[in-house]
């Protein structure tokens, strides 16, 4: 845990008492703080209380004590209307921050040339922080990863000049972090998203530039208009910028072309990897964040072999596009993550020969978007509520199934694709919907696939179970 202590000997109001608060409540209490925390969910009020930590409403707090209002990144700051304490600060002019912002003045403090890689984009941001983490970790690195994914932030080890702190960042923890400066930021991608929270695209996109235009170097995907000019700015701003692209060759940067990622240098375009035999980095948009991960490791001092072997070893995240179990040829993937249309379209877009498992609670839109895929499915095998409405939607254009359970539609999609005579049918648990019919959290639906993969695969060609 990092002790903050920006705020020794002043009063600081902490909302929302999630993980990132109750870690953030600790860390200024570590620091010398005196912590006044408030949640409008009782448990959460109840929870702190058993920590250790001090509740109180802060409707009835005496505002002119308190130096500063540290809120959770899911508490509304502006849109669709500020939180009532986010009003009640600025009314008393106390300044409104986040458990990132109170990361980077501790860095700013004590080590403020620790390096410090941040990470944002609506897309991919989670591989591409994991990605980076893990290649530098294979390297003998010392890493800290956290901020949006996984580990709270000031729950990591405090930042020194030996250590790389890789941090993913939302648009809501960007908002709440004013002196956010790291080493090397990261923007991906923008596409419209959360806009009930920044009110336009335009807005939630000046948010996301943030991270870049402090950065002291920049590396930025350009397959967007958006990020594209984000790129642009950076540059003539004088912030090295190096730009990352799936789509098409760059400048200066990175990109890939199908599979290959090349390094673009002094209009030289050397190719650097081949992602194809890496499983757990397969599809267009893995390229991307293959290629960010390569912009920041060979930024940070990695040599181009070590890269090469931290993204061979990348095992990917759990439940995005996860390799569980393989059977012969018939390769099983847990992509449970993919709770509405457009997150499966990427593993769908991933795979030729495609066992689809799908439904659940059904979101908006449903799988419409996805009939540009549908060639690539040979079957679908649909569980949940959304089943019905799935079943019209597919009718005359893919084979589909009913299934009753999860774990019927493994089994019996595992059948299938082991009389495939493919060279690598998928079985594909991407399932474009909540899990809340079955399940409480796409995370239960996830262990319950790969546990069903495993046993499907033990008994299918092979034998062999990753």
């Given at each position: 845990?990092?002790?903050?202590?920006?705020?020794?000997?002043?009063?600081?109001?902490?909302?929302?008492?999630?993980?990132?608060?109750?870690?953030?409540?600790?860390?200024?209490?570590?620091?010398?703080?005196?912590?006044?925390?408030?949640?409008?969910?009782?448990?959460?009020?109840?929870?702190?209380?058993?920590?250790g930590i001090e509740v109180a409403d802060l409707r009835q707090a005496d505002w002119t004590g308190i130096a500063a209002l540290v809120l959770a990144p899911g508490v509304p700051l502006t849109h669709p209307q500020p939180h009532w304490s986010v009003d009640l600060a600025r009314a008393h002019g106390v300044e409104v921050i986040g458990d990132i912002e109170l990361f980077v003045r501790e860095r700013n403090r004590t080590a403020l040339d620790a390096p410090l890689v941040a990470i944002t984009g609506t897309n991919g941001k989670s591989t591409t922080t994991a990605l980076i983490a893990h290649v530098l970790k294979a390297a003998g690195r010392d890493v800290q990863m956290g901020g949006n994914i996984g580990v709270p932030i000031l729950?990591?080890?405090?930042?020194?000049?030996?250590?790389?702190?890789v941090i993913e960042c939302s648009s809501y923890q960007i908002d709440l972090a004013p002196s956010l400066a790291p080493s090397v930021g990261v923007l991906l991608n923008i596409t419209p998203d959360h806009l009930d929270r920044h009110g336009t695209l335009a807005g939630y996109a000046a948010v996301k530039e943030r991270l870049i235009a402090g950065s002291r170097m920049a590396i930025v995907g350009v397959d967007d208009s958006l990020s594209a000019a984000i790129a642009d700015r950076a540059g003539q701003g004088g912030t090295e910028t190096l730009r990352i692209s799936a789509r098409h060759?760059?400048?200066?940067?990175?990109?890939?072309?199908?599979?290959?990622?090349?390094?673009?240098?002094?209009?030289?375009?050397?190719?650097?990897?081949?992602?194809?035999?890496?499983?757990?980095?397969?599809?267009?948009?893995?390229?991307?964040?293959?290629?960010?991960?390569?912009?920041?490791?060979?930024?940070?001092?990695?040599?181009?072999?070590?890269?090469?072997?931290?993204?061979?070893?990348?095992?990917?995240?759990?439940?995005?596009?996860?390799?569980?179990?393989?059977?012969?040829r018939v390769l099983f993937v847990n992509d449970s993550k993919a709770t509405n249309a457009d997150a499966a379209e990427r593993a769908l877009a991933s795979y030729e020969r495609i066992y689809w498992i799908a439904g659940g609670r059904a979101k908006a839109g449903g799988i419409d978007s996805l009939q540009p895929y549908f060639g690539r499915i040979a079957k679908a095998y649909l569980i949940g509520e959304a089943a019905d409405a799935f079943a019209a939607t597919l009718d005359g254009r893919v084979a589909f199934e009913t299934c009753g359970t999860l774990a019927e539609a493994t089994m019996v999609a595992a059948r299938d694709a082991g009389r495939d005579a493919h060279d690598e049918p998928v079985v594909l648990l991407s399932?474009?919907?909540?899990?809340?019919?079955?399940?409480?959290?796409?995370?239960?639906?996830?262990?319950?696939?790969?546990?069903?993969?495993?046993?499907?695969?033990?008994?299918?060609?092979?034998?062999?179970?990753?």
């Open positions: 845990m990092i002790a903050v202590s920006c705020f020794t000997g002043r009063t600081v109001a902490v909302f929302g008492l999630g993980g990132s608060g109750i870690a953030t409540a600790r860390a200024l209490l570590a620091g010398g703080a005196r912590v006044v925390a408030f949640d409008d969910n009782p448990a959460g009020c109840e929870t702190a209380r058993t920590a729950e990591l080890e405090e930042a020194s000049a030996g250590r790389i702190h060759p760059v400048a200066d940067g990175v990109y890939a072309e199908g599979s290959s990622v090349w390094l673009a240098q002094a209009a030289m375009q050397t190719p650097f990897v081949d992602l194809a035999p890496i499983t757990s980095l397969r599809g267009a948009h893995n390229a991307q964040n293959a290629a960010a991960a390569i912009a920041v490791c060979r930024k940070l001092g990695l040599s181009d072999e070590e890269i090469r072997g931290g993204l061979e070893s990348f095992p990917g995240l759990e439940h995005r596009m996860e390799v569980v179990a393989r059977a012969g399932p474009a919907c909540a899990s809340f019919d079955q399940f409480p959290n796409f995370e239960a639906r996830g262990r319950a696939f790969s546990e069903a993969a495993r046993s499907a695969a033990s008994r299918h060609a092979g034998q062999e179970v990753a």
